[in-house]
């Protein structure tokens, strides 16, 4: 019996146990999550994994030309001088910040009377201040970074996709396809340390385009709440949102790749609540506040220009891996060897990967029949990098996510990793999952996408409660710490996805105390070496064996989550896990995980 088989069977097993109102609901998630079940499940298959051929009617140039659009300082004084514009006709006062594509920062601006600090409700990092302009420069950073030429979204969008319910706010369905994903690109990332507080999910920022070509972000903080919106149906107009639409006008998004263009599961996502922006009489800038140097970010009393992506000063060139085009991070170029992977068979898992990525539909890119975009990683068994490469156009989050997929799927699947958690002082979390019966010590070959089942703060995921009159809330997974309860005051945070956030919570923490304080924390506390940009619990990630023996992971992020999983698959050909020992062949709680899903007819 498949997996999608399993599930329909268990949920109709239900209906009888639920009320009414509860049954309807559950029986709606069920045709949803059916809806994705033309994803083929390879887990606990022996199926034989052969990468396409190399045809695809969609051929591109195999190197690009640099993209020589970018914003010029002028450009940049001109989207924060209709944003203060904006603010100060809502009397409003604001922290305003604009980033390059890259996430380079290329100004803040804080007008007179701005609220300095913002706040995170809920989890560790709750109660905490946080200065604004971090708040600003992650939600600028986020929509740069969400930015391609095939799709672009917003902090909204974001809100949308990685909440406890998709469509948020429906219960009975499964967590967003990227929950987890704010998680990324933090200060203490070893691979592209961007984003303050990771991907924004607090609606305040906007992607900036010249034509159509992505070219940045402009992210605005100032209510003080740096959170989500739970309730996607109300309409509400952000004034933060507000602000930043009318510093985007003149480098809009083109209107046909804005995320709600974009259908996932056949429900399109949201982009934007505000209107579009129109044209007001400028400000007086000097008259309203100040541009702030801050040396961590490289900002200065006057904004610079941005950094023409693939061209001069970019982090990025373009190259070629199996015939493909393929984007190359250059701060981390080379493909390097380690005792269990030769080089040789590190180009052949990005190659082969990559091959995959150029033959398989893509799942969040318009116009549609556009293949997958996506950025790569292979790491070996203790984490260390030895391989990362993207196709052309894939999204800027994916570069840290892929890496963070890989060494997830890598540490979970390690025999050491259950005393590693401990020795980090989490070992809560290793008698949890011991308690339902899994042991983190090798046994299992965890996927990314089984990983994540266990971290939902409902088990199984999307079942929130059984039972009737009361219908009794599920516990969470055991690698997740709380469940959103039916009350108005217990509501399910960003920053409360149990391990995924403990294990870096020290490190954010100490970030933002020499921040505040430069020096006052002389050693900045790392996650183990493991795992060292962070875990990352959403589906994408494999590990790879030979003869048996863990050597490392592929990891894959860049399109929707079936996707990645397929890429992932196929790059690892001739490095399966062992079939007896993925995750699908666990049972928790009566309910089987995952390794990965396939999409429905997948190749172009």
């Known amino acids: 019996m498949g997996l999608c088989e399993e599930t329909s069977m268990r949920r109709s097993s239900l209906l009888d146990h639920l009320p009414t109102s509860l049954a309807l609901a559950l029986l709606i998630a069920g045709l949803l999550a059916l809806s994705a079940c033309g994803s083929r499940n390879i887990a606990g298959s022996n199926v034989v994994i052969t990468p396409p051929p190399q045809t695809q009617a969609l051929n591109k140039p195999l190197c690009p030309a640099p993209n020589e659009r970018a914003l010029s300082a002028s450009d940049v004084t001109q989207i924060i001088t209709q944003a203060v514009t904006r603010a100060a006709a809502l009397n409003l006062r604001a922290t305003i910040a604009v980033t390059d594509r890259e996430a380079n920062v290329l100004a803040v601006f804080r007008m007179t009377g701005a609220n300095p600090s913002t706040f995170i409700p809920g989890g560790p990092l709750g109660g905490r201040a946080i200065p604004s302009e971090l708040a600003a ?159 961590a970010f490289g900002t200065q009393a006057t904004p610079k220009a941005g950094v023409p992506f693939l061209g001069p000063g970019s982090q990025f060139a373009c190259g070629t891996l199996g015939g493909r085009a393929v984007r190359i991070f250059t701060p981390l170029a080379n493909i390097t060897p380690s005792a269990q992977l030769s080089v040789a068979e590190v180009e052949r898992l990005l190659s082969q990967a990559i091959q995959q990525a150029y033959s398989t539909r893509a799942g969040i890119r318009l116009p549609l029949n556009n293949f997958a975009e996506v950025n790569v990683a292979v790491v070996d068994a203790s984490g260390n990098l030895l391989g990362l490469r993207g196709t052309p156009d894939a999204p800027l989050f994916g570069l840290d996510v892929c890496v963070q997929k890989a060494r997830s799927a890598a540490f979970m699947s390690n025999p050491n990793a259950g005393a590693i958690l401990n020795a980090a002082g989490l070992g809560a979390y290793v008698s949890r999952a011991a308690a339902d019966g899994i042991q983190l010590n090798g046994s299992v070959a965890f996927s990314c996408r089984g990983l994540g089942d266990l971290h939902r703060p409902f088990f199984p995921d999307g079942i929130d409660c059984t039972g009737s009159s009361p219908c009794a809330p599920n516990a969470p997974g055991p690698l997740s710490n709380a469940s959103r309860l039916f009350t108005a005051t217990n509501v399910w945070s960003p920053f409360n996805t149990g391990l995924q956030l403990d294990l870096i919570a020290g490190s954010l923490a100490d970030i933002l105390a020499n921040y505040a304080n430069p020096g006052s924390v002389p050693v900045i506390r790392r996650p183990p070496s493991n795992i060292r940009n962070g875990l990352q619990i959403f589906a994408g990630g494999v590990p790879i064996y030979k003869n048996g023996v863990l050597v490392g992971a592929v990891g894959v992020s860049g399109d929707g989550i079936d996707q990645d999983d397929i890429i992932a698959s196929f790059g690892s050909a001739g490095f399966e896990s062992p079939a007896n020992i993925r995750s699908d062949q666990l049972i928790v709680r009566g309910t089987r995980l995952a390794f990965v899903k396939f999409p429905a007819n997948p190749n172009l």
Do not use: W
């Open 137 to 295: 420069i992650s939600k600028a950073g986020t929509c740069a970074f969400f930015g391609t030429t095939g799709n672009a979204f917003t902090p909204r969008t974001a809100s949308f996709i990685i909440q406890e319910h998709f469509p948020p706010g429906v219960s009975f369905t499964r967590g967003g396809p990227l929950f987890g994903v704010q998680f990324s690109s933090l200060l203490f990332s070893d691979i592209n340390p961007r984003l303050p507080l990771g991907l924004a999910a607090d609606a305040g920022g906007v992607p900036l385009y010249i034509g159509d070509s992505p070219v940045g972000g402009i992210g605005v903080e100032l209510d003080g709440n740096y959170s989500l919106d739970p309730d996607p149906t109300d309409n509400d107009q952000a004034p933060e949102e507000l602000i930043a639409v009318a510093g985007s006008r003149g480098f809009e998004a083109p209107a046909g790749i804005r995320g709600n263009q974009v259908l996932v599961d056949g429900i399109a996502l949201r982009f934007l609540n505000a209107p579009p922006p129109v044209a007001e009489p400028p400000v007086n800038l000097a008259a309203q506040g100040a541009f702030m140097v801050i040396p």
